[in-house]
């Protein structure tokens, strides 16, 4: 799956591993990030022994973050894969 790193919350950087559906506009669907999920937090990108659980939560209660991050990592994807 790729990778991103990017910064959440104001500014933490974290780095993210996400899955990418590419869709079917046959029945509907259309492509973007079907499930993502934090791997390594702060600068020096220190991998995630356990579920950062606390970071999830915070993220949940900040009103469009996870917005932030999904669209965030739609760019990713997108300029990572815009010459293939």
């Not at 590419?22 to 990108?45: K, Y």
């Not at 939560?57 to 965030?72: H, L, M, S, V, Y």
């Amino acid at each position: 799956m790729p990778r991103a790193n990017i910064t959440i919350l104001g500014g933490l950087p974290v780095e993210i591993e996400y899955q990418w559906e590419p869709g079917d506009r046959s029945v509907g669907l259309s492509e973007g990030i079907a499930d993502w999920e934090i791997v390594a937090i702060g600068a020096r990108a220190r991998e995630c022994k356990k579920t950062p659980h606390w970071l999830y939560r915070r993220i949940k209660t900040t009103k469009g973050e996870e917005d932030r991050i999904i669209f965030a990592l739609c760019d990713h994807f997108s300029s990572s894969h815009a010459f293939t």
